[in-house]
DNA sequence: TAGATTGTTAATCGATTAACAATC
DNA sequence: TAGATTGTTAATCGATTAACAATC
C-alpha cells in the first residue's frame, strides 16, 4: 500500500480544513513561505503534527526551507475537492435553510445552491437571491435533471430521515445534515452532520466545570 | 483526586449531549430501563465505551438491570448544565443569527436570546420573534443590565475578534463562536466554535475519497 | 559550506476495547 | 438462587510528540 492508498484518518481529515483557511491567510498577506515552526505557532498544533499531517499527502516541502505557501494551498484546495464544483440543494427552507442559502462563502468554494425545497406553501415560489423555493413534491425530478450530489437537510427532525431516504434514492453523493438526529444512508453516501445543540450543550458543560 | 475532581477527556465531553439526546428519545418513548448493550446498539458506540464514559461521572447504573432511562436522563442533564437558564445576546443579526433567534430548541434547553446586536440601521429596531435588535454600541451596558452569561457572534469574521473583545470585556462567560476565524479570548472564557465550512469541507474531502 | 528545516522513525501518551470479578 | 449486567482493571489500538538523519 504506498502513501496514495494509505488511508488517512479522520483526525487529519478534519485538521485540513484548518489548513487551508491559515494557508489562505498567508496567501492573502503576500507570504511567500512558512516553516512548520512558524505555522504551529499561527495554529496551535505541533510543528511535529503539521509534517505528519501533511506528509500523509506529500512530501510538499523543502529541507531548510519550509513551505511554499502558495504552492501547499494549491494542494490542500486539491486534497479537499474545493477545485471543483458541486450542485447542491437546501431541503428545508426555515430559518436556517435560508441563512445557508445567503451565505456566499459556500458558493465562493464552488457549492452552488440551485435550488431549495419545502412543502410550506407560504414558502414555495419565493426567492432567496437567486434561488427558488420549489414543492418538495418535485425534488427528486430536480435532482435528476440538474445533476444535484450534494443535499442539505435543513428540516425538522422529524422530516430528516425521510428526506435522507429519498435523497439516497436519487443517488445523491453526500448529505450535509442539520436536524438533530443521526441519519441512517448507505455506506457509499457521505454524511456530514452539523449538531448545533451538540455543540451548545458542549459549551454549557464546560462553563459548568471551569476550574476543575 | 477523587472522581468528582477527575479531569474528564474532551472526547467523553462531546459524546455527552448525544447521549442526552438518545435518552431523551427513550424517555419519550416510555422506555425505563436500558443496558449498555442495548444503548450500544441504538447509538453506534461501543457497550464498554458507555460504561466507560457514565462512570466519569458516577455509578448510575445497576448490576444485572442495567440503567433507568429517566434516572441518567437527569444525572446528564445536570452534568451538562441544562437545569439552569442562561442569558444570551446575538451579535451579528443577519441571516444565521436571525436563523439561530428562530430556533426555539435552544430557548427550550434553557439558552434564553435576550438581545441581538448589529451596526446595520436597517436591522436595528426590528424585532425576530420577541427579540429585538438592538445598536451594537449599547452592547455593553445591555450585557451589565441584563445579566448576560453566553455572547453568540454571527458577525463576518472580520468583526469577529473585536466582538469577542468587547464580550470579554463586559464578563461574558462563553462565547458561541460562529464566525470563521479563531478567536482569542483569555482562559477563563469558554470558546466554542461552529465552523460551518470546515464541515462542508470535510465532506467535500470525504467525497473526493471514497472507496480507498 | 553551515544553518535550517524537512521527512520519517521511534517513543509516548491517551482513548477505546476486552475481560471479568462484583453484585443486583 | 441463577442470570444479567454493571463497574473497573488490563490490553490494545491509534494519535501525538520527540528526535534526528537526510538534504536543501
Redesign the interface.
Known sequence: MDKD?M??SMAV??R???Y??YLKDLLEKDIKRISSKELSKIM?LTASQIRQDLNNFGGFGQQGYGYNVEALFEEIEG????D?H?NTIIVGA???G??IA??T??EK?G?LPKGMFDINPKLIGLKIRDIQILDADHMEEYIKANGI??GIICTPKEQAQSVADRLVKCNI??I?NFA?V?LNVPE?V?L?????????????????????
Chains 1, 2 share one sequence.
Open positions: 492508498n488511508k488517512i481529515i478534519r485540513l480544513p484548518k487551508h483557511r496551535g486534497i479537499l475537492g474545493l471543483k458541486y426555515g430559518n436556517l435560508q441563512a445567503n451565505y462563502n459556500f468554494a457549492f450530489t450534494i453523493q453526500g450535509w438533530p443521526d457509499h457521505i456530514e452532520n452539523v449538531h448545533l445543540s451538540e455543540s451548545l450543550f458542549t459549551l454549557s458543560y464546560l462553563l459548568n466545570h471551569r476550574d476543575e
